[in-house]
């Protein structure tokens, strides 16, 4: 995969940090996305788990035309890093008047990593409006630990966001998202394309830190969100400023002093 200069700012992937996906509306052309969707109906071959992504996708296949775009290429590589591995990739499909929808789930959460993440990259090659059943995410739950359909029963939360977008969007989601397919209520076919992406190298620093202290980095990170609770809706600004420390190497950043305070362990001292 080659190098991109279009790295992320601070300021995004505090944004990415506190409400678990970064959207990039519009950014493949139309020629691509007619590419990607003749290959989405025909099907993909499957690429083993551990693939270096610079090897997985031959060129002139739509899947290697949309990592190399400069913007999604600088995206990835500002969360995941240079030259990561392919978990796996996907097909979904809502077919038309299809009558359900998927259960509100997170993928996969038997990880709990606490200073690090996958990332999965969801692609959308056509026009997605409200009628066709965009996905459906809840911003601020990626750091929320649940496993997979536990949170099936609930149908809907205060804040909840249901994506319509333009052709050629790109969703960066971290992998704990809560999510759902929702019921495609048109005629015709809702497409999406999933790639889930692991780092090979430590998520430190991988963007662009020109911003980094930029009091807009802060104001991001103490995002509030409506179904957070009173009380335990402040573990997850605890669970951001834990997961920025990690991610920039600065053990002393805080947010309304959460961590700080609860991680005061002062040293004995001797009194000889």
């Known amino acids: 995969m080659p190098t991109s200069k ?13 409400q678990g996906f970064l959207r990039l509306d519009g950014v493949v052309p139309p020629e691509t996305n007619e590419r990607a969707i003749a290959a989405l109906a025909q099907g ?9 992504l610079g090897e997985a996708f031959p060129p002139g296949t739509f899947v290697r035309e949309l990592l190399d775009l400069p913007v999604v290429a600088g995206a990835v590589e500002s969360l995941v890093g240079p030259g990561p591995t392919v978990d796996h990739h996907a097909v979904h499909v809502r077919e038309p008047h299809e009558g359900h929808a998927q259960d509100l789930h997170a993928d996969a959460i038997i990880d709990v990593r606490p200073d690090a993440f996958d990332i999965q990259l969801m692609y959308y090659p056509h026009e997605v409006t409200a009628e066709m059943g965009g996905t459906l995410s809840v911003p601020g739950s990626h750091l929320r630990r649940i496993n997979e359909t536990d949170i099936g029963r609930v149908q809907n939360l205060r ?3 249901r994506l319509t977008c333009p052709a050629g969007t790109v969703v960066l989601v971290h992998h704990g998202i809560w999510h759902g397919g929702r019921r495609n209520d048109t005629a015709r076919r809702r497409y999406m394309y999933k790639l889930r992406l692991n780092p090979t190298v430590p998520q430190v620093r991988l963007w662009d830190t020109t911003d980094l202290h930029d009091p807009a980095v802060t104001a991001e990170l ?3 969100f409506p179904w957070y609770e009173q009380a335990t809706g402040r573990l997850e600004i605890h669970n951001r400023a834990l997961l920025w420390r990690a991610l920039t190497g ?5 947010v309304e ?5 609860v991680s005061n362990r002062p040293a004995l001292r001797s009194h000889a």
Do not use: E, I, K, M
Not at 6 to 18: E, I, P
Not at 250 to 254: E, G, H, I, M, R
């Open 257 to 261: 002093y959460w961590v700080t305070r």
């Open 44 to 52: 993909l071959p499957g690429v083993p788990y551990g693939t270096p």
């Open 6 to 18: 279009h790295l992320l700012t601070s300021v995004q992937v505090a944004r990415f940090v506190a």
């Open 159 to 161: 804040g909840q966001t």
């Open 222 to 224: 103490d995002t509030h």
């Open 250 to 254: 600065d053990p002393s950043f805080d």
